[in-house]
């Protein structure tokens, strides 16, 4: 498929924030794994609404995350809630 234009990273840059500028494009972000941003028209009001792609959550995040199900596991195990096979013993 031939393009009907080339640009090259700056120009496109350059062409994206004139845009935006004028507010005819939107950043949704970049999805993970992906090297660059995406962007959604804003030429027609429609049912498609963008919704900006939601960052994954930082290592802060996860660790309290984390924390908190380990908090939640051991009052669980500490009131002797278990599994019958299980070697761990409550109260341990």
């Known amino acids: 498929m031939k393009r009907l234009h080339r640009f090259d990273a700056d120009e496109l840059r350059e062409t994206i ?7 005819l494009v939107a950043s949704i972000g ?32 996860r660790v309290a995350r984390l924390e908190s ?8 195990l500490g009131q002797g809630v278990h599994a019958p096979d299980s070697p761990v013993k409550p109260g341990v």
């Open 17 to 23: 924030d004139g845009l935006a500028a004028r507010e």
């Open 30 to 61: 970049r999805l993970p794994g992906q090297k660059e941003g995406r962007y959604a028209h804003l030429l027609a009001d429609g049912p498609d609404t963008v919704e900006p792609v939601r960052a994954p959550p930082s290592l802060e995040e």
């Open 69 to 76: 199900e380990v908090a939640e596991l051991r009052k669980t």
